[in-house]
């Protein structure tokens, strides 16, 4: 070939490289020839780039520092020279550069021959890598990369966030599998599934109990993800790790914290519920479905007013919904007494002290109730005693005072008897007179008794013994009758601490009452049993007679002060009795009245007295 042919061909290879390469006298610096890829990089012409040397295209340079740089070049000292500039084109913007210079000779003169590399992407990867790179290491996640072209997939890299999740520092862990950090504690699911996932290439998660370099256990929720080749190959995984040690112990606690208010709730005696701003039942306790007697599953998501009698139900909604408008409170943060209604309709008094609770959106409120039937009921028994209590009193002071006239007429009646000789009208009006004074003073008696203040004193004794001393007490009632007295006790020795006295008239009033209103022949049956109570053991007596027994109204009534179903009587004996058992601690009550058989058997009363 041709050697200028060669020549030219050579020119030509060189003017279409991709590469800009730039010519430049040795001497003056002023460019000789620049090819395509230099001209249209800098957008200039060969003519305006003759005009130039590389020091002015260069804007961090000077002809000093440029020719400090190229030194070594001149005087040999180094054949090529590598460095990385900035370029500047015609229209102001600039462009990295990788600079490869030579000392050459073009048409016989000495020349820089500069080989350019425009390194704007290169740089831009290397730094999006540094950007990567940087953002890896300062999220709060642990990342950790394995090698899956090699045995045992050793960990290639991890973050700071590992490092600081797991006390291990980086050269502590490259080179080892991951499975360190379980130590011993081997047996967990989550490794099945791990090992699954590595084998079939593909991604999961997984909650594992991880340890510490001292030893402190974590929960690491785990992610595991295959990186791939262009060709699809798995050659590396990376593995998120989460510490959740912290989140899983607050949901320990606040579980812990929920059954115990649960717990709380459940034991509770007052009803607590809870009710939304539209009045929606959220929830009520078990004391409240004994309260009100419906179901948690037949209140919850209903209207709290299901729970008021008229006009509240009627109007409840319209009193939340003015105190969510004014704020003004009738009963929240207050309390008061109010009527609620059970699923039988039945009414009753109750009270209610509601709370606000306020949420983030929204708010709820709480309401404890205390069913005060009972307590009501107390108060008016109360008040009833502190009646009776003074009526006892004006009675007392009654019968004393006119004490001393019956006296008078009792002696004036004997001393008109001296003196009527046989007159028997007047004698007969005497003896009636007589009689009617008698009666008045056993009246006295008694009333005195119901009224006067019970001094007891105890004493150890055998219940049995009390009873059968009552019983011979009531031998003058017995006289001529068929009377039997049945004891059906397990034993003799029914110790209790009592005012003996008291409590045979106790058995007495029973006894007599029990010989009126049975006819012959009189069964009385006293029975004795134990019983055992959260307030301690008790003994149960029943005393049971084979009569016509009490209807409803004497049910009721039979402890009344002055109730008598007897012609004679002044209705206070089992008023009397009641006061005395109460005053021993014990209850007197009307038992059923039936026999084992549920045959009908007279009158029974209960009485319980401690042990
Ligand atoms: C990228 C990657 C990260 C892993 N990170 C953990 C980790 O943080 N804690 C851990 O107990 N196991 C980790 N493992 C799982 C173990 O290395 C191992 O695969 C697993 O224990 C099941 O294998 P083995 O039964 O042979 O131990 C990781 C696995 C890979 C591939």
Not at 155 to 175: K, L, S
Not at 202 to 231: H, M, T
Not at 413 to 427: F, G, I, K, N, S
Request: proline share 3%; aromatic share 6%; charged share 25%.
């Amino acid at each position: 070939m041709d050697p200028s042919s060669t020549e030219r061909e050579f020119g030509r290879i060189l003017e279409e490289s991709l590469n800009e390469i730039f010519i430049f006298d040795a001497v003056t610096l002023q460019f000789l020839q620049v090819n395509r890829g230099g001209r249209e990089n800098l957008g200039m012409t060969i003519q305006e780039l003759r005009e130039l040397t590389p020091v002015d295209i260069k804007p961090h340079m000077t002809r000093e520092s440029f020719e400090a740089l190229i030194q070594p070049l001149r005087n040999g000292s180094q054949e090529t020279l590598v460095f990385d500039t900035l370029h500047r084109r015609k229209n102001g913007s600039d462009y990295e550069v990788e600079v490869h210079l030579q000392l050459a000779s073009f048409h016989d003169l000495p020349a820089f021959v500069a080989t350019i590399l425009d390194t704007t992407k290169r740089n831009q990867v290397a730094n999006d890598l540094r950007v990567r790179n940087r953002a890896i290491e300062s999220v709060g996640v642990g990342v950790v990369i394995s090698d899956a072209s090699q045995h045992d997939m050793p960990i290639i890299y991890c973050n700071h966030a590992f490092e600081r999740i797991t006390g291990y520092g980086t050269q502590e862990v490259i080179g080892r599998n991951c499975r360190f950090l379980q130590q011993d504690d081997r047996d967990q699911e989550a490794r099945h599934t791990i090992r699954e996932t590595l084998h079939s290439g593909e991604e999961c998660r997984v909650l594992l109990r991880n340890y510490r370099k001292d030893g402190q256990l974590f929960w690491n929720d785990l992610l595991i993800s295959p990186v791939k080749n262009s060709a699809g190959v798995v050659t590396h995984y990376v593995g998120l790790c989460n510490d959740l040690t912290q989140r899983i112990r607050a949901e320990v606690e606040k579980s812990d914290r929920e059954t115990r208010l649960q717990a709380i709730l459940n034991t509770a005696v007052e009803a607590i519920i809870t009710i939304d701003e539209w009045g929606v039942c959220e929830s009520l306790n078990p004391a409240a479905e004994t309260m009100f007697g419906y179901s948690v599953k037949e209140v919850i998501g209903q209207n709290i007013s299901m729970l008021m009698p008229s006009p509240y139900r009627e109007e409840h909604d319209q009193y939340l919904q003015n105190y969510l408008r004014t704020g003004e409170k009738k009963i929240i943060g207050i309390g008061r007494e109010v009527v609620g209604r059970r699923k039988s309709g039945e009414e009753f008094p109750m009270e209610l002290s509601v709370s606000e609770v306020r949420l983030k959106e929204t708010r709820l409120f709480t309401g404890m109730v205390r069913d005060v039937t009972e307590l009501k009921h107390a108060q008016q028994q109360l008040i009833q005693a502190e009646r009776l209590t003074a009526l006892g009193e004006a009675t007392a002071r009654l019968a004393h005072e006119s004490r001393n006239s019956l006296q008078r007429i009792q002696i004036a009646v004997e001393t008109a008897r001296l003196h009527c000789d046989e007159h028997q009208l007047l004698v007969d009006q005497l003896n009636s007179i007589e009689n009617a004074s008698d009666r008045l003073h056993a009246l006295h008696e008694e009333v005195r008794n119901y009224a006067a203040p019970l001094n007891l004193e105890f004493e150890e004794t055998t219940l049995a013994k009390v009873w059968r001393s009552a019983w011979s007490a009531t031998q003058h009632l017995r006289q001529g009758r068929q009377v039997h007295l049945i004891e059906q006790i397990p034993t003799d020795q029914i110790y209790c601490r009592v005012d003996r006295f008291r409590f045979e008239q106790v058995f007495r009033n029973l006894f007599e009452n029990a010989l009126v209103a049975c006819s012959d022949p009189v069964e009385i049956a006293i029975s004795v049993t134990e019983t055992h109570t959260p307030l301690g053991d008790k003994w149960r007596l029943s005393i049971q007679d084979n009569g016509v027994g009490l209807d409803e109204q004497q049910r009721r009534r039979v402890f009344e002060p002055f109730f008598t179903t007897k012609a004679k009587g002044t209705g206070l004996g089992m008023a009397i009795a009641q006061r005395i058992v109460e005053a021993h601690g014990g209850t007197i009550s009307v038992g059923s009245g039936f026999l084992g058989s549920g045959q009908r058997n007279g009158a029974e009363f209960i009485i319980e007295i401690s042990r």
